[in-house]
Nanobody, 125 residues
């Protein structure tokens, strides 16, 4: 089992920045990659970014590329999502997820086995 706890979500003004954290506990050695997803009001949960635990290889959705940065600190078992130049379309509940079933990065919900409870990010215009 792997447990995930996100934090850092809050209300922020458009153009501002925010850093989300996700602490991973349990059988962390089984985790190949970590992903960030988000669910905006009335929409399905969508991929945001992912990072491979072993070498830090990253992947981003086009909508956040150049604005968001995913990173990890394996010693602290923590993954981060630095979000810059936020706009109202970034308003959503953000989830971190752990990929344990296969090596490599994934972009779909099915690629990740464990999920956190989510943290709310609200961007005011």
């Amino acid at each position: 089992q792997v447990q995930l706890v996100e934090s850092g979500g809050r209300l922020v003004q458009a153009g501002g920045s925010l850093r989300l954290s996700c602490v991973v506990s349990g059988r962390t050695f089984t985790t190949y990659a970590m992903g960030w997803f988000r669910r905006a009001p009335g929409k399905e949960r969508e991929f945001v970014a992912a990072i491979r635990r072993s070498d830090g290889t990253t992947d981003y959705a086009d909508s956040v590329k150049g604005r968001f940065t995913v990173s990890r600190d394996n010693a602290k078992n923590t993954v981060y999502l630095q979000m810059n130049s936020l706009n109202s379309e970034d308003t959503a509940v953000y989830y971190c997820a752990a990929r344990t079933l296969a090596y490599g990065l994934g972009r779909t919900n099915a690629d990740y086995r464990y999920w956190g409870q989510g943290t709310q990010v609200t961007v005011s215009s």
